[in-house]
């Protein structure tokens, strides 16, 4: 009897890998001390196809060019802006085929559209859909947090806690980014929201409300993204907070610190982070970075020493909020790979996966509920409990539910119904929020073409896709009919 028990999903122990920047003509001659500079990373950053091609000279055909530039003209919610650190981890050492860079040309453009982070950090037209390139019932803010707002940028939606956006950029600009209506540039698509308020006025408000309302326990300390925000004014933010008798847990938001490590690595940065991390431990205050990594190939040594200087410096805990999407993650295997990646090599501890939100353009990465469950199925039993991520839904006017407490789900028409247990800050008592029932929709297209066929009877093709919601809630009957 073999005592290797064959499983679907084979561990393996990895070794990180910082790919090599020289291989793309445009840093032949970056020096190590230039990459480790968190400076010369964001000067560096690729905010345009002009910029683009002078990094990969001759890498990249014109097509992929044209098919970027169309994008960006007719779909695009997010503005580029990739700093040199996340587009080294694109088709380098980890994803070569044949272990081998490849060749200039037709091969690497075919590696660079299948690579797990281009497709997501920098969409193409060829990658949305055709059909269906939104879903009816998608919204900028299609998760209302700016609905929610109980001082400006600060959304009070669960009964304990609540979210601070305290700018609207970030070191890297996500393409299914799901705050595009407020984060990063404006784009042909999208005329970005801006924040009216003075930043320091804007924080003045958000402490005010945390004094004055003790049922707040837990602050999510976002944006944007804190590693853009002048380390004295965080710190300063972090500091009133912390003098909240109420406050008991921070979270600092920062997909930089695997997008530009190099800002976590920064001598004044780690100095700060220590002085509020002691300032938190000794209030018996859980101070933790939530950061956002998708594939696995982003988890470098630069990450994990960034993680472990955050850790050193007192930071409780560094957890992992990833975003499910199709062509970048949405396989057990890719979902596996990332965790252990993220688990084993850099002391991140995998904690969410969430499912694409509905925002416009961003069918082609959203997977169905039942594809999130099957997926959630298949990771179990590999990681242990406490870094099994979970993979949730972030229901419109409800938040984060794991994926099996839906309540009831119409998979012939794509939507599903959620309940929830509390009031957000703009229900009133007067509503009862626990019989109310919520709706999230899966992708048309992976819909069965009865279904199909019911979204094209159904929704307005002029583009307000009234007709649409109404029906959705009408077939509620034909949901509860399937289930009995
Ligand atoms: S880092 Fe977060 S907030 Fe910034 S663009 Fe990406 S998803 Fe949006």
């Avoid at 997501?120 to 060829?126: D, H, I, Q, W």
């Avoid at 326990?217 to 912390?242: C, H, Q, T, Y």
């Amino acid at each position: 009897m073999s005592s290797l028990i064959e499983q679907p999903y084979h561990y393996q122990q990895r070794e990180l890998v910082e790919p090599d920047w020289t291989r793309f003509p445009g840093w032949r001659e970056v020096t190590a001390a230039e990459w480790a500079s968190v400076q010369w990373q964001r000067v560096h950053c690729i905010k345009n196809i002009k910029q683009l091609r002078e990094l990969m000279g001759d890498l990249l055909t014109d097509a992929f060019y044209a098919d970027l530039e169309r994008d960006q003209a007719e779909r695009a919610t997010m503005s580029m802006l990739l700093p040199p650190q996340m587009i080294n981890t694109m088709v380098s050492e980890m994803t070569w085929a044949e272990g081998r860079m490849p060749a200039a040309g037709e091969e690497f453009t075919a590696a660079f559209y299948a690579d797990p982070v281009r497709n997501y950090m920098l969409p193409v037209f060829s990658d949305r859909r055709a059909d269906w390139p939104s879903h009816p019932n998608s919204q900028r803010d299609s998760l209302h947090e700016h609905d929610m707002w109980v001082a400006e940028g600060l959304t009070h939606r669960y009964p304990t806690k609540v979210l601070a956006e305290l700018l609207p950029t970030c070191p890297q600009y996500c393409g299914h980014c799901t705050r595009m209506d407020l984060v990063g540039n404006s784009t042909p698509q999208v005329t970005k929201l801006k924040l009216a308020g003075k930043p320091m006025d804007r924080h003045e408000a958000i402490i005010d409300y945390l004094k004055r309302t003790p049922t707040v326990r837990d602050v999510v300390v976002s944006g944007g993204d804190v590693a853009n925000m002048p380390w004295k004014n965080l710190e300063s933010f972090i500091d009133r907070v912390l003098d909240v008798d109420n406050i008991r847990d921070i979270r600092l938001a920062s997909k930089a610190l695997m997008g530009l490590p190099q800002h976590w690595l920064a001598d004044d940065t780690v100095e700060g982070v220590a002085r509020v991390s002691a300032k938190a431990r000794s209030r018996g205050v859980g101070l933790a970075i939530h950061t956002h990594v998708n594939a696995a190939q982003s988890v470098t040594p630069l990450v994990a020493d960034a993680t472990k200087a955050m850790l050193d410096a007192g930071i409780r805990d560094v957890r992992n909020q990833g975003v499910l999407m199709r062509g970048v993650n949405a396989t057990s295997e890719d979902l596996l790979d990332l965790c252990f990646a993220l688990a084993d090599g850099a002391s991140i501890t995998p904690y969410y996966f969430y499912m694409c939100d509905m925002i416009p353009f961003a069918e082609h990465w959203r997977t169905s509920l039942a594809e999130a469950q099957h997926l959630q199925h298949s990771i179990m039993g590999y990681l242990p409990g406490f870094a099994t991520p979970r993979i949730v839904c972030d229901v419109p006017f409800v938040g984060k539910r794991w994926v099996h407490q839906v309540d009831t789900y119409d998979t012939e028409r794509g939507i599903s119904y959620w309940r929830k247990n509390y009031r957000t800050s703009i229900e009133t008592e007067d509503v009862d929020v626990t019989s109310a029932e919520y709706v999230y929709y899966d992708p048309i297209y992976t819909l069965s073409t009865e279904g199909q066929a019911w979204w094209r009877q159904h929704s307005d093709a002029a583009g307000t896709h009234e007709a649409a919601t109404a029906a959705a809630q009408a077939s509620r009957e034909t949901s509860v009919a399937q289930l009995d």
